[in-house]
């Protein structure tokens, strides 16, 4: 299966439609006054739909178990012909379209086959998705080329030229992947007058968006959040909470980060942990989800 590790768990949700063709009135009328000899096929078709959605990952292979919390299904119908909807419903980190279409298609088969012995020429035509949403695909962040980004690493031994910038090259990929390709990354000592006067700098040269990874333990060296806090016009507090939180599940010194997200004007500066995983970890805990604020303030300059 894919890992999915890396992600948030957050509202998803699908449609999915299957068409079942009878090939007489008599079989809808049959379906309608509940006169087929196996059952009320409306009521037969629905529970096995149900039990095929909690079912997906057992017979699909890549599928992955999930928490289904909300199965809707009916049925309508249109002449000959009966349309059948699926929608469900989790909050987890993948999305539930094949749980959506496999209960469609039993929800179907089911109908086939309750049906068959008084009609021989049923048909399912159709098994589609209709409409899915959540996860980050459905994110509307805007305006990544004008956000102006520097990547910042507080560490004496990278500024030094002792150790190799891993954190740096980690935290440009990803910002890459959000067609982000930062104007500055740059090493600086762990040292509080340093990391200040960076950050002004930044916000004088008219960057919108800063990182800095590094300082944010409890290390005598660790000056970072000391240092940008003080600065801070707005400090947006759910940010690093959510880094955090989404840390902790992972590895549990995740509590002892003492990173601060906020505003210096209109520049967003956040601190990260100064380890590669932990810096990439807060960039999927973040991104892209974060990048509304700029499509926000660009609205805002707008009107």
């Given at each position: 299966?894919?890992?999915?590790?890396?992600?948030?768990?957050?509202?998803?949700?699908?449609?999915?439609?299957?068409?079942?063709?009878?090939?007489?009135?008599?079989?809808?009328?049959?379906?309608?006054?509940?006169?087929?000899?196996?059952?009320?096929?409306?009521?037969?078709?629905?529970?096995?739909?149900?039990?095929?959605?909690?079912?997906?990952?057992?017979?699909?292979?890549?599928?992955?178990?999930?928490?289904?919390?909300?199965?809707?299904?009916?049925?309508?119908i249109?002449?000959?012909?009966?349309?059948?909807?699926v929608?469900?419903?989790?909050?987890?980190?993948?999305?539930?379209?094949?749980?959506?279409?496999?209960?469609?298609?039993?929800?179907?088969?089911?109908?086939?086959?309750?049906?068959?012995?008084?009609?021989?020429?049923?048909?399912?035509?159709?098994?589609?998705?209709?409409?899915k949403?959540?996860?980050?695909?459905?994110?509307?962040?805007?305006?990544?080329?004008?956000?102006?980004?520097?990547?910042?690493?507080?560490?004496?031994?990278?500024?030094?030229?002792?150790?190799?910038?891993?954190?740096?090259?980690?935290?440009?990929?990803?910002?890459?992947?959000?067609?982000?390709?930062?104007?500055?990354?740059?090493?600086?000592?762990?040292?509080?007058?340093?990391?200040?006067?960076?950050?002004?700098?930044?916000?004088?040269?008219?960057?919108?968006?800063?990182?800095?990874?590094?300082g944010?333990?409890?290390?005598?060296?660790?000056?970072?959040?000391?240092?940008?806090?003080?600065?801070?016009?707005?400090?947006?507090?759910?940010?690093?909470?959510?880094?955090?939180?989404?840390?902790?599940?992972?590895?549990?010194?995740?509590?002892?980060?003492?990173?601060?997200?906020?505003f210096i004007?209109?520049?967003?500066?956040?601190?990260?942990?100064?380890?590669?995983?932990?810096?990439?970890?807060?960039?999927?805990?973040?991104?892209?989800?974060?990048?509304?604020?700029?499509?926000?303030?660009?609205?805002?300059?707008?009107?």
């Open positions: 299966m894919v890992n999915i590790t890396h992600k948030s768990p957050s509202l998803r949700q699908a449609i999915a439609t299957a068409v079942l063709k009878v090939s007489a009135q008599e079989t809808i009328d049959a379906i309608v006054q509940r006169k087929v000899p196996k059952g009320d096929v409306f009521e037969f078709s629905r529970a096995a739909g149900l039990l095929a959605v909690k079912k997906t990952s057992d017979v699909i292979p890549d599928c992955h178990p999930l928490p289904v919390e909300y199965t809707s299904i009916t049925h309508r249109e002449g000959l012909t009966v349309i059948i909807n929608e469900v419903h989790t909050i987890y980190k993948t999305g539930v379209e094949v749980e959506a279409m496999h209960g469609a298609s039993v929800v179907a088969l089911t109908m086939y086959d309750m049906l068959k012995p008084i009609d021989k020429g049923i048909e399912i035509s159709t098994i589609r998705l209709e409409e949403k959540g996860g980050k695909s459905d994110l509307k962040y805007a305006f990544p080329k004008t956000v102006k980004t520097a990547v910042i690493i507080c560490s004496d031994s990278v500024a030094a030229g002792i150790n190799d910038d891993f954190t740096g090259e980690r935290m440009e990929k990803k910002l890459l992947n959000y067609q982000i390709e930062p104007a500055l990354r740059q090493a600086i000592p762990d040292d509080f007058s340093a990391i200040q006067a960076k950050v002004k700098e930044l916000s004088a040269s008219g960057f919108r968006l800063a990182l800095f990874a590094g944010t333990g409890l290390g005598p060296r660790d000056l970072t959040p000391d240092a940008i806090a003080p600065l801070l016009d707005r400090e947006v507090p759910g940010i690093m909470e959510t880094a955090r939180n989404y840390g902790q599940q992972r590895m549990p010194y995740a509590m002892l980060s003492r990173g601060v997200a906020g004007g209109d520049m967003l500066v956040l601190t990260l942990p100064g380890s590669p995983r932990g810096a990439e970890e807060t960039m999927d805990a973040l991104f892209p989800q974060l990048l509304h604020v700029f499509k926000v303030a660009e609205g805002e300059r707008h009107n």
